[in-house]
C-alpha cells in the first residue's frame, strides 16, 4: 500500500474495509445493498452499535466501578426505531431523552419510564404536563424556572439538576461543539444561582438527588485535560448537596473523523473518572450519543456529476445536508469512500450535495481515487446525527435507513 492509499483507508477496520476492490460493511458488499436498496440510503451495523457499548462497559469495570455506573444512550443522535428497539434488548443502555415525544418514542420501543433519563430546556406547560405521566423516570430540571414548574405538579419528589461549569469542550476546540464556556449559554444552572435553585427545590420538598452536566461534543484524547478540568470544576457543585447520589457527566465522546485522529483512549477516560469519583459515595451516569451510533452507520449516495470549475473539481452526489448536516452546520467532516476501488490516478475533488445552499459540502479538496458518473460513494460516520437531524429543505429530504443485524 502506497502513502497515498494509507492516507485514503486510514478509517478501515475489520466490519469496514476493501476486499478485493470492493466496500464492504457489517459483512456486506456495499455495492450489492445498494443495488437492492438504491440511494441516498442509511445502513447501521448492529454488531459494531454493541461492540461500542461494551467497549464502555468495560473501561468503567476496569476503573472499579463495576454496578455504580449506568450507560443511557442520547437517542437524539439516532431515533431509528429498529437501532432502538435492538438496544432494549441488548440490556446494556437506557435512555437519554429531551422532549416528551422522544420519551414516547422510547417508550414504544420498549424501553420502561425507569430506563429514561430526562434533560432539556426551556419546557412549556404541555411539555411538563406530559412529563409527570410516566412515573419512574428521572427528571433533570436546567434552570430555577423548570425546578419550579416541576414542583407545582407534585411535590415531595426527588429531581436532578443540570449544572453549567462555565468551561467546555468540543473537537478540536470548535466552539459549535460546546454546551458552555465563555459566552452564556441557555443550559443548566451556574454557580452563582445553585443557592437559590435549592431553595426553589426545598419550597417544593423536591430531594436533589442527581447532578448532570454536559458541556461539549466529540472530545477525543486530546481534549481529555480539558475534560479533567470540567470535572474539577463541576465537583463544588457536587459538595454543596449531601443528598446527591448520582453524578451524570453527559457525553460527547468523539470518534475519529480524518487520518490524523486517532480513538479515545478510553482508559485514561476512565481514570479521570475513577480519580474523582471513586472514592465517592455516588453512582456515576454518561450520555453517548455520537460514540454508540456514528461509526456504525454509513450513508451510500450515487454521484451525479463531475466537473473541473476553476481550479476546483466537484464531485456532485444525490443528497445534501438536508439528511446529513453535520459537514455544513458543525464544521464535522464525513470521510468519502468510493464503494468500488479504480485503478488510476487520485485527485484532489470537492464532494457537493444537491441542494440549492453554497453551504452544501460535504468535503472541501480530498483526495481520492478516480470516480465517475453512477458510482456510489460512501459517507462514513454516518450513524449519528444526520438522519436525525434531517429536514426537507429544497423538498430534498427523501432518504431510506436498514439495521444490518
Avoid at 168 to 185: H, M, P, V
Avoid at 255 to 261: E, K, L, N, R
Avoid at 270 to 299: M, N, Q, S, T, W
Wanted: charged share 20%; glycine share 8%.
Amino acid at each position: 500500500m502506497n502513502d497515498v492509499s494509507a492516507r485514503f483507508q486510514w478509517w478501515e477496520r475489520p466490519d469496514l474495509n476493501y476486499e478485493n476492490g470492493k466496500l464492504k460493511f457489517a459483512g456486506h458488499a456495499v455495492s450489492e445493498l445498494v443495488r437492492r436498496h438504491g440511494t441516498p440510503s442509511f445502513f447501521y451495523n448492529a454488531s459494531r452499535v454493541t461492540a461500542n457499548i461494551k467497549r464502555l462497559h468495560q473501561a468503567l469495570e476496569g476503573a472499579g466501578f463495576a454496578d455504580r455506573f449506568r450507560i443511557l444512550y442520547a437517542m437524539k443522535a439516532n431515533r431509528f426505531a429498529p437501532l432502538l428497539t435492538y438496544l432494549k434488548t441488548s440490556g446494556l443502555v437506557g435512555i437519554d431523552a429531551c422532549s416528551p415525544n422522544e420519551v414516547e418514542h422510547a417508550i414504544s420501543c420498549g424501553f420502561r419510564p425507569e430506563d429514561i433519563s430526562f434533560t432539556n430546556t426551556s419546557l412549556s406547560r404541555e411539555d411538563l404536563g406530559r412529563l409527570t405521566q410516566w412515573d419512574g423516570m428521572s427528571m433533570n430540571c436546567d434552570s430555577i424556572h423548570a425546578i419550579q414548574k416541576w414542583g407545582e405538579l407534585g411535590q415531595g419528589r426527588d429531581i436532578g439538576i443540570r449544572i453549567n461549569p462555565a468551561v467546555g469542550i468540543g473537537r478540536e476546540g470548535n466552539d459549535k461543539l460546546q454546551y458552555s464556556g465563555a459566552l452564556t449559554s441557555k443550559f443548566g444552572i451556574y454557580r452563582e444561582q445553585l443557592a437559590d435553585a435549592m431553595a426553589m427545590a426545598r419550597r417544593y420538598q423536591l430531594r436533589i438527588t442527581k447532578i448532570h452536566f454536559h458541556t461539549g461534543c466529540g472530545y477525543l484524547t486530546p481534549q481529555l485535560e480539558s475534560w479533567e478540568n470540567i470535572i474539577r470544576t463541576c465537583l463544588w457543585f457536587v459538595d454543596q448537596i449531601e443528598t446527591v447520589e448520582t453524578v451524570n457527566v453527559g457525553g460527547g465522546l468523539g470518534v475519529p473523523h480524518v487520518a490524523g485522529d486517532a480513538p479515545l483512549d478510553l482508559s485514561r477516560w476512565a481514570a479521570i473518572l475513577k480519580e474523582h469519583f471513586l472514592a465517592r459515595p455516588v453512582k456515576i451516569e454518561i450520555e453517548p450519543g455520537d460514540y454508540i451510533a456514528k461509526d456504525a452507520g454509513i450513508l451510500c449516495l450515487t454521484v451525479n456529476a463531475i466537473e473541473k470549475k476553476q481550479n476546483t473539481m466537484f464531485v456532485g452526489v444525490n443528497a445534501g445536508f438536508a439528511i446529513a448536516l453535520e459537514p455544513a452546520v458543525y464544521g464535522l467532516p464525513f470521510q468519502p469512500v468510493p464503494a468500488l476501488l479504480r485503478q488510476g490516478r487520485h485527485q484532489i475533488v470537492s464532494i457537493a450535495g444537491h441542494i440549492n445552499e453554497a453551504l452544501d459540502i460535504f468535503y472541501h479538496d480530498i483526495e481520492l481515487p478516480p470516480l465517475q458518473e453512477d458510482d456510489c460513494l460512501v459517507l462514513i460516520n454516518a450513524g449519528a446525527y444526520s438522519s436525525s437531524m434531517a429536514s426537507n429543505h429544497c423538498m430534498r429530504g427523501q432518504f431510506k435507513e436498514f439495521l444490518l443485524v
